[in-house]
């Protein structure tokens, strides 16, 4: 069993590596819950959400990119993959549909920060 000790980080200390690691990125804590707070994700951009199949949840999430939203958000449901399976380390048992969504997501995220440097 996995356990993970409480722990509160420095925020200013943490918003500063962000900052020096992303090229000045300022991190914005809480930012997707006060911009979007539902599934009105269209007036975003550089989003990309993924639902395990074998959540039980999934069927009140987004499971397709909805009508007038911007080109570059992009919704998955990772074949049989469970919450955060995409998000955890890797692993030589990882279903091919995870390893999959694992590397477009991180072409995704380099395309973003490429478009920003830009």
């Not at 090229?23 to 959400?49: C, H, K």
């Amino acid at each position: 069993t996995d356990i993970e000790l409480p722990y509160q980080p420095n925020k200013t200390q943490y918003f500063e590596g962000c900052k020096k690691r992303w090229d000045g990125v300022q991190p914005r804590p809480d930012w997707e819950e006060m911009t979007f707070m539902s599934d009105n994700i269209q007036a975003g951009s550089n989003i990309f959400l993924t639902s395990g199949q074998l959540d039980p949840w999934r069927a009140a999430g987004i499971q397709s990119v909805p009508l007038g939203s911007h080109k570059s958000i992009t919704v998955r449901i990772i074949e049989n993959g469970a919450h955060h399976y995409d998000l955890r380390s890797s692993h030589p048992l990882d279903p091919a549909s995870v390893v999959e969504v694992r590397k477009e997501e991180m072409h995704a995220m380099e395309q973003w920060i490429q478009q920003w440097r830009t």
